[in-house]
């Protein structure tokens, strides 16, 4: 099982960009997968999830309305897209699943080093 995650950058407040994670030896429509992400000198957190049955599944209320996550089975690929970003959301991150979870609840409490995480893409919001 491997996760890749890209596409981070700078980009300026207000601003959009979206984050793709390649995903192999595993079959997405099976597992819950999400974003989670950390800020200097915070703990890692999760962002957003997308369920087995294609369901959205927000950790943070501090994205609902700017935040979306969807998938390219064809493709492999898990995508994070990010509206109205602001300073605060300035952070590393990271795609992550674990196969031994069925929904998004039990994968909010990934933590490092259990399941399988991507080396994750630093995203900067500043002006």
């Known amino acids: 099982v491997q996760l890749q995650a890209f596409g981070g950058g700078l980009v300026r407040p207000w601003g959009s960009l979206t984050l793709s994670c390649g995903a192999s030896?595993?079959?997405?429509?099976?597992?819950?997968i999400g974003w989670f992400r950390q800020a200097p000198g915070q703990e890692r957190e999760g962002v957003i999830c997308?369920?087995?049955?294609?369901?959205?599944?927000y950790y943070l209320d501090s994205v609902k309305g700017r935040f979306t996550i969807s998938k390219d089975n064809g493709q492999s690929t898990l995508y994070l897209h990010m509206n109205n970003l602001k300073p605060e959301d300035t952070a590393i991150y990271f795609c992550?699943?674990?196969?031994?979870?069925?929904?998004?609840?039990?994968?909010?409490?990934?933590?490092?080093?259990?399941?399988?995480w991507g080396q994750g893409t630093q995203v900067t919001v500043s002006s």
């Open positions: 992550a699943t674990n196969l031994a979870y069925d929904t998004c609840t039990e994968l909010s409490d990934l933590v490092e080093g259990a399941g399988y």
């Open positions: 030896g595993f079959t997405l429509d099976y597992y819950p």
């Open positions: 997308l369920g087995r049955g294609g369901n959205t599944s």
